[in-house]
């Protein structure tokens, strides 16, 4: 453990240097809230811990860092998944698990494989209720 004045020093050259707790997150829990692939996040931001002021203050005001991330990728499984329009258990079972960025998921839209134009239409068909079985189980 650190003694209060260390930890108020650290803080002052990385916002993020604090451990996990009550009022602070994991690094991956905050990426997730965020939308963004942890791995390809500044060490600062995976090595430390994010308040939920700190996170609100990313997405309200977001770093160049997040601006470029949530651009250009490379993206987190869910974020590849809902930009295909498709479920992330399509993405698995079609072995695209890897992050991918936003050319390649442009690329791959552009392009469409079979199995991307049949999983996008799953997705559309079960997205969309039908109005004569909404309510019923």
């Known amino acids: ?9 650290s803080t002052a050259s990385n916002p993020f240097d604090r451990e996990p707790s009550g009022t602070a997150m994991k690094p991956a829990t ?19 811990a994010v ?3 700190q996170l609100r203050e990313l997405q309200t005001n977001p770093p160049e860092w997040l601006s470029e991330l949530r651009l250009n ?9 809902r ?18 960025t936003t050319e390649q998921i442009s690329e791959l839209l ?11 239409t799953v997705k559309a068909s079960s997205s969309s209720p039908d109005p004569d079985t909404e309510g019923t189980s």
């Open 51 to 53: 308040t939920h002021a």
């Open 73 to 81: 990728g490379p993206h987190p499984r869910p974020e590849v998944a």
């Open 30 to 48: 905050a990426a997730a809230k965020l939308g963004i692939y942890l791995p390809a996040t500044p060490a600062e931001f995976r090595n430390g």
């Open 1 to 9: 453990m650190t003694d209060n004045s260390t930890a108020i020093n």
């Open 110 to 120: 552009q392009n469409q494989p079979e199995w991307l134009r049949l999983a996008r």
């Open 83 to 100: 930009k295909l329009g498709i479920s992330i258990t399509a993405l698995k079972k079609n072995g695209m698990d890897e992050p991918l």
